[in-house]
């Protein structure tokens, strides 16, 4: 049917460009990267930030016009599969702390100078870097299902993803800081009370109305689109980067912090004891 | 009675600086500027243009308190007419688009460097330029049969106003590119949500409610007002002077584009088979 | 009760620094400075912005995490004693404004630079001050029965505490000034669907559920939750120190207006009359 979505599990028209734990789809103009790791609540490996950057650049040169970010299965993305942080490689845990925050700045990067439209179809629960870098796209969709969450304290990290800028400049200091610091997780309803999602949908409905509404957006004069977006960005670009740049330094301290260890070992150990 | 609005059908009691298009009314220190082309739903000549700019040049200097805009007929007021864009002078379009980009700016610029509190009573829809520059108004009241409008991108157009920087700062960046991007139509009681409108009111007591108010915020000590409006507006004028050049820049090359022009075409030719 | 909030009218535990129309209590890591001026609605005196100085200063060093404001009674706090206006010193009214102006200025950078998470408890009706300041706070959580006033023009004044730049950031411009320039008084849940509140809660339940929160968030790893509200809040601490600086100068030529001396006249002769 016309109004269907892009299915992520076969080979989209256009060519599909990574398989496995993230899917890249194109089709009706718009370019679809979907979280693909179902079973582990679509956590985003260091492989993973790799390919979503390599989907990233493919979609900014292919004749798409919107990006859209969505996961597959119940989660839309519970955020960094903590293994990434359990690996030390020879040169110790120094080493692990620099290269992982070279990684998430260049990561984040992307997203601050993405050219074309950035559309998130939020699915499901969303937490950690997959809600921060929500203050970076241009439209959110969500689900009644999702959740917004931010566990960054109890785990000993600090926000990322330019959310210690965009959010409290969204929805005042007092409600970024109850999520940001003290992980307050927040309804649909909640977040686009706040500014954070565009629009909320009923779950049964989420795939048919937002996939036709984008559908109608790819027919907009492609120029203008890009004029307005960049009239609208332009202005804030710089400023996002020096702070994408200070969240990865304060965050690669943090990494090498008593509080952080301890609790990567406390999530370990319980994995290890189920 | 007391609380009826100033009709601005009517010569003013304080004399009437305008007629036909644009109604201008002074009474209770309240300076009124009326949009008064209800058949063309009060679109926006480029005479009108002028005549506002002429408006708040007086109302800067007469005895008036506050300075309010609002529609006359059901329409606040529907934008650009688009004949603006049509009759083309000698120099050509080239010269066309020099001369709408320079109106434009200046007639932004007054209001953001006007001295006095900026009223907007919204009767009816409002559309384009009308909705953008309520960023820079002091107070937005609006009927709930009121709608904000901005279809830019239909016709091959940027925003203008400043909202290109005051709507992602008032909502978010992912509603207002919905709305400044994507053309998304706010309902009154969304646009207050989002902060672009103070309050919104039952169409039936409208007029009653919001001019008793208006009254009685005129009786307040004109020097703390002034100054308290200096406090709060001083720290951003430069920035928005700066947003107003770059988005008058962008708008005098999407006139001279492709995309503006055959939407400005197939407007005129659906006009002419009516 | 283990969920019982500290009492501010008995010793507290860790000892009790300053007593009579400001209570501060020290217990579980959160320390609390309570306005204690029931029978004046918590007015704020000369003597108590200097003691909340001092309070904010010895909270900064102790151990605890968290550091509460809050009202005893009814109100909250009604904001500025007046009579902190009517007694001249011998330097006449130039010096007084002069005083007042670097007290406040200063009263101000405290909460500016506060070091660790700063919660208003708003147990009843806000004015003035307390309620412009609550844009330089991280949590702010109200009873349904609080209500949020700056009736600063009636009185001749303009705004403080930095709310000239963080009440338009948070809620937009026209909501900002139908507040601060025209005394627009806002409900709890007005407050907080503008962002100036984190969370409305019954009257009846308020402490309850407010304390048992605090106390889960004072177990949080301490440096994590500093880091992260260092990074949130080091971006805009000199904008702000400077945008105090410039309300506090025009602040000072306000106490010395006919406007201000007028309405500081009429309050002391209703009061007389009494």
């Known amino acids: 049917a016309a109004s269907e979505p892009p299915s992520p599990a076969k080979p989209a028209a256009d060519g599909e460009q990574a398989g496995g734990d993230l899917v890249v ?4 103009h718009i370019t679809t990267i979907t979280f693909n790791r179902p079973a582990k609540k679509n956590a985003i490996t260091t492989q993973m930030y790799r390919d979503i950057m390599l989907a990233l650049q493919a979609a900014s040169k292919d004749d798409s016009v919107l990006t859209v970010l969505t996961g597959n299965g119940d989660y839309y993305c519970s955020g960094n599969d903590l293994t990434n942080f359990t690996d030390i490689p020879p040169g110790g845990p120094e080493e692990k702390a620099r290269t992982n925050a070279v990684l998430l700045r260049e990561f984040v990067d992307y997203f601050i100078d993405f050219p074309k439209p950035l559309v998130a179809v939020v699915n499901g629960p969303a937490v950690g870097i997959s809600v921060t870098i ?3 796209f241009d439209l959110v969709y969500a689900s009644d299902r999702a959740t917004f969450h931010t566990p960054f304290s109890p785990l000993g990290l600090s926000p990322e993803g330019c959310s210690s800028y965009t959010f409290p400049k969204m929805m005042g200091p007092s409600k970024a800081a109850e999520m940001l610091i003290f992980g307050r997780k927040l309804t649909a309803q909640e977040a686009c009370a706040q500014g954070l999602v565009t629009e909320v949908f009923p779950d049964s409905t989420l795939q048919k109305e937002v996939w036709t509404r984008l559908r109608a957006y790819t027919k907009l004069p492609p120029n203008a ?4 977006r960049e009239v ?3 202005k804030g670009r710089e ?4 702070v994408n740049a200070e969240e990865c330094e304060a965050l690669r301290q943090r990494w090498l912090s008593e ?4 609790a990567v070992l406390r999530f370990m150990s319980r994995k290890a004891k189920l």
Chains 1, 2, 3 share one sequence.
């Open 25 to 28: 789809t194109s089709e009706n």
């Open 134 to 136: 929500l203050g970076l």
């Open 225 to 228: 689109v890009r004029t307005s």
């Open 232 to 234: 609208m960005r332009s």
């Open 239 to 242: 400023r996002l980067h020096a």
């Open 259 to 262: 509080e952080c260890a301890s």
